[in-house]
């Protein structure tokens, strides 16, 4: 269906508002981008500007809850301290791309550790799979960054230009110094938060507090600057302007997620069984008197004008919907008002819908194969990924033949190989590695500039070795395989590398 189609209003006569048609009309072309005429037949639909209405009710309280702790973390998380000891980095989450590590409190990750990486990104993956198949799109609606930030800069803009009301008057108003003066205000503030978003990324790839420092003296890497410069005008673009046309056209999100639930995840829903028809408040009780139908919808259109993505979630679930909660939080205000049970909108499934309307009860479930699978998947990869974690090494070590000459006969008969080995110590003290040879009888081995019983290796750092390894003569293999061991002789702690000794 062409999107123009997609987003005008539903032409049925118990879909459109017979009571107030009017003042139907009026919010739907001011509010939602749902009544946009298209008349020459073209696929292209003009943005309608979406100025929602604040909410008041559960849903927005958690979302403040969620915006204050996501934003809170996103923007102090680089100042917490974690101490590792002496010459180590003492931030708690840090990602060091010149030393090439990457530390989460007393984890510290190396680029060999980039599967510990993969997994997390499937950990949140699946995660975010089970989360949709129980109830839909709730990272959209309440944490993705898009909504977050959105939220926060639609904060600023209600408390400079004031609420939906205020905003349409200040919108069709004409350009004087006081609207001058309101957008000046407004768009500096959002491009202060979008500059501080972006400072605060850069924060994690370096000690925040000496790379503030270092931005404030214009000391810092152009990188950083770069980077906080692209951050800031992507930010105050798509959080201030692209809004919800950031989650309607540009994320794939809301395509993939029609694979990942079914009839039976939550979403939020109209009953319609119970809202229709549609009719005006004073009207409904001399209508249902008189035994004609009369609807719980008043047709307030409160639901439409505190959408976000100026949708209405009366014309039914619709991909644009980011289901955020806040239309159940402004009907239930209308239904308290007029003394009528809230949930007219509320998180339902298709099936229990389907189900009411057929004059059944509810019917779906949250255990089903689909929520199974997933959440068997995430305590798979989760319960993995901790073991993984939990008795990975502390040391490692790789070890390279010499490509030329492969092998050396000496005088006395005895062929001699060289390699050079590289010893990983990922602990923050130095240690020193006992080596040792096995799979060639007889074989002896030699360090270059040093001895195989103490390797030394600072801390948290590689360090490589020229070994040169010596095997008798009458070696009757042209290969054989060959097996470095280094041992940590403090700890017991070992590591194996693996090659082959070439006789000829
Ligand atoms: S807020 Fe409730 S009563 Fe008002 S238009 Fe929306 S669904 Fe109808």
């Known amino acids: 269906m062409p999107l123009a189609q997609r987003h005008m209003p539903p032409q049925d006569s118990a879909a459109a508002p017979p009571a107030a048609p009017r003042r139907a009309k009026k919010f739907a072309a001011a509010a939602t981008r749902s009544a946009i005429p298209v008349e020459d037949g073209s696929l292209y639909v003009a943005r309608t500007k979406v100025q929602p209405q604040l909410a008041h009710g559960t849903f927005r309280r958690i979302k ?9 973390v996103y923007y102090l998380v680089p100042f917490l301290r974690w101490h590792r000891g002496e010459g180590e980095p003492s931030q ?12 989460f409190f007393s984890i510290e990750l190396w680029p060999q550790d980039v599967t510990y990486v993969m997994g997390l990104l499937i950990l949140a993956a699946l995660i975010l799979f089970l989360m949709t198949a129980v109830a839909g799109r709730v990272w959209c609606g309440y944490l993705c960054p898009q909504t977050v930030w959105t939220d926060l800069f639609l904060v600023v803009e209600r408390m400079i230009e004031g609420d939906r009301r205020e905003r349409l008057k200040l919108d069709a108003a004409p350009w004087s110094m006081e609207k001058i003066a309101l957008r ?3 768009h500096a503030i959002w491009l202060l938060i979008a500059w501080w978003t972006g400072g605060a990324w850069v924060l994690y790839f370096a ?15 152009p990188v950083a600057y770069a980077a906080i410069l692209t951050l800031t005008a992507t930010t105050y673009l798509l959080a201030g302007h692209m809004r919800e046309q950031v989650c309607t056209y540009m994320c794939p999100w809301p395509r993939i997620q029609a694979a990942l639930t079914d009839e039976h995840a939550y979403a939020i829903l109209y009953r319609e069984e119970r809202g229709e028809p549609r009719i005006s408040a004073k009207k409904t009780d001399g209508l249902r008197a008189a035994g004609q139908p009369a609807g719980d919808c008043v047709d307030c259109f409160a639901c439409v004008t505190v959408c976000p993505a100026g949708i209405d979630i009366r014309d039914g679930l619709q991909m644009d919907s980011i289901q955020c909660g806040l239309c159940i939080d402004a009907c239930d205000t209308t239904m308290g008002k007029l003394g009528r049970p809230t949930g007219l909108i509320s998180y339902d499934t298709e099936a229990n819908r389907r189900s009411r309307a057929a004059g059944h009860g509810p019917v779906s479930r949250i255990v089903r194969p689909r929520t199974i699978l997933y959440a068997a998947l995430v305590a798979g990869v989760g319960g993995f990924m901790l073991y993984s974690l939990l008795t990975r090494t502390f040391t490692g070590v790789s070890v390279l033949h010499d490509r030329n000459p492969q092998f050396v006969t000496l ?6 190989n060289g390699y050079t080995l590289r010893i990983a110590n990922k602990r923050p003290a130095a240690r020193a590695f006992a080596l040792d040879v096995e799979g060639v009888g007889g074989a002896r081995v030699e360090v270059v500039g040093g001895t195989p019983d103490a390797l030394p290796v600072p801390a948290d750092s590689t360090e490589e070795f020229r070994i040169l390894v010596f095997a008798p003569p009458g070696l009757e293999a ?4 060959l097996t470095f061991r280094i041992v940590d002789a403090a700890s017991g702690e070992d590591a194996t590398a693996h090659d082959h000794f070439k006789a000829r």
């Open 64 to 72: 403040w809850v969620l915006l204050v702790v996501a934003l809170g």
């Open 92 to 103: 708690a989450v840090l990602l060091d791309l010149d030393k090439g590590r990457f530390y």
């Open 184 to 186: 000046t205000m407004k």
């Open 207 to 221: 000690d925040a507090p000496t790379l503030v420092v270092r931005l404030a003296t214009f000391q810092a890497p």
């Open 411 to 416: 005088s006395d008969g005895s062929v001699r």
């Open 478 to 481: 042209p290969a054989i395989p």
